[in-house]
């Protein structure tokens, strides 16, 4: 079906995937963002960040073995690139990009739509952060 005339046709939304491009896969990688200070602690997750100029969220995942065995680890860590891949499917082309470091803390596994609402409030919480910072030194 065609848009009539001075309409714009409504665009597909993007598939949510999880690519190379949005991992963090190096130790110095991890490290900026460790170095940054910059973290919110959501629930059982701390999560870290740091802007970058890519314009898409990129994830690190750190998960030590007091939180549970292999397969436990590995379930929350399935569930957290689910909870991302969601989230980085909806982050706006206008916004700057994030390097994320999510920490894991002992817990129980949660559902995936249960941590994308924690990574979430943690991004809307850093992002304040970041904005008052840029005030702050734009001002000063």
Request: hydrophobic share 35%; charged share 20%.
């Amino acid at each position: 079906m065609n848009p009539s005339p001075g309409t714009t046709p409504d665009l597909p939304a993007r598939r949510p995937t999880y690519r190379p491009k949005h991992r963090l896969t190096h130790n110095n990688e991890f490290s900026a963002v460790y170095n940054a200070r910059l973290k919110k602690p959501a629930g059982p997750i701390i999560v870290f960040a740091l802007p970058n100029t890519l314009g898409h969220p990129r994830l690190g995942l750190s998960v030590g073995r007091r939180v549970g065995n292999a397969v436990k680890r590995n379930a929350i860590k399935r569930r957290l690139r689910d909870a991302f891949r969601h989230i980085a499917a909806q982050w706006p082309a206008n916004q700057q990009g994030l390097d994320l470091v999510i920490v894991v803390r002992p817990h129980d596994v949660r559902t995936a739509s249960a941590y994308m609402g924690l990574i979430e409030s943690a991004i809307t919480r850093l992002n304040t952060t970041l904005s008052k910072q840029s005030r702050d030194r734009a001002s000063g």
